[in-house]
């Protein structure tokens, strides 16, 4: 395995996964593409729970760059030894499948920024300090979007404890008027940024300003996700709407995570 430098990547350093740097670096064992070890993990349990009720499950998966079928994946390489972890059914024992709502969540975070900044303005929601005024959705909001971004389902610690850091800011503003709105506007961004970058990687900027969006529309979550699919042009995601029955559909973008929202090109599902 002592050329497995050389294997192909989708770029350089980026996982293609978590459009991040790479972490604890892995390998398809057929194709030799590159991964976090993590983020393939969490890819193939999706991938399992596509096809949970279609048995029997298969001791393979398809890269999602290249759909080459692959049976283990290379990991802890040193340049003397690597670990192997072969893919198996024991995956789909705690597999997580993604809803509706949270696929059409994650594709949103791979949306143009700015698309509803109009509908929602940011910068009004701080200058008129309705930062204030607590959001009593936040919380389960903050779950969705940390179940689609991670692909997890117990995100209750993570969780926790982004939620007791806008906590936090919401009680320190109210003992204290004294700063401005800018100011406020970007502690409260570091401090955010700060606790979801551990669990979220590359993908915690876009986080930290969807939270911004979510609170400077003051809506529910239901209400909130009319606006924004509308504003996009995409069938709702809920299940209880009248076109709960069509499928969430991306118009204008395409989606790192290739296979995982749509089905095998080849028809053979």
């Known amino acids: 395995m002592e050329n497995e ?3 192909p990547n989708s770029h350089d350093s980026i996982c293609p996964i978590c459009l991040g740097p790479f972490i604890q670096p892995s390998y398809l064992d057929h194709c030799l593409h590159q991964f976090c070890f993590n983020c ?14 279609t048995p029997p499950p298969s001791s393979s998966v398809k890269c999602p760059l290249c759909k080459t079928d692959n049976f283990s994946i290379i990991h802890g390489v040193d340049g003397t030894c690597f670990q192997r972890h072969y893919i198996n059914t024991n995956l789909q024992d705690d597999c997580f499948v993604l809803s509706r709502a949270h696929r059409y969540r994650l594709q949103c975070y791979y949306t143009q920024q700015g698309c509803v900044e109009d509908i929602f303005n940011v910068l009004q929601y701080w200058k008129s300090r309705k930062y204030n005024q607590q959001n009593n959705w936040l919380q389960t909001w903050l779950r969705r979007e940390i179940q689609a971004l991670t692909q997890e389902e117990d995100v209750d610690i993570i969780v926790h404890h982004i939620f007791g850091v806008v906590k936090t800011s919401w ?6 008027h004294i700063k ?4 406020k506007q970007e502690e409260f961004m570091m401090s955010v940024s700060e606790a979801a970058r551990p669990f979220l990687g590359a993908r915690t900027d876009r ?7 979510f609170l400077a529309s003051g809506l529910n979550i ?4 009319a606006v924004y699919i509308q504003r996009l042009g995409w069938s709702s995601p809920g299940e209880n709407t009248e076109v709960s029955q069509n499928e969430l559909v991306d118009r204008t973008t ?15 599902e």
């Open 5 to 7: 430098s050389s294997a």
């Open 171 to 176: 009680t320190g503003e109210q003992k204290s």
């Open 40 to 53: 393939i993990l969490r890819w193939i349990k999706v991938v399992s729970g596509k096809h949970y009720h």
């Open 222 to 225: 239901e209400a909130y996700d």
């Open 207 to 213: 986080f930290v300003y969807e939270i911004q969006l």
């Open 180 to 183: 401005e709105p800018e100011k």
């Open 254 to 268: 395409v989606i790192p995570y290739l296979y995982i929202f749509d089905d095998d090109s080849d028809g053979t």
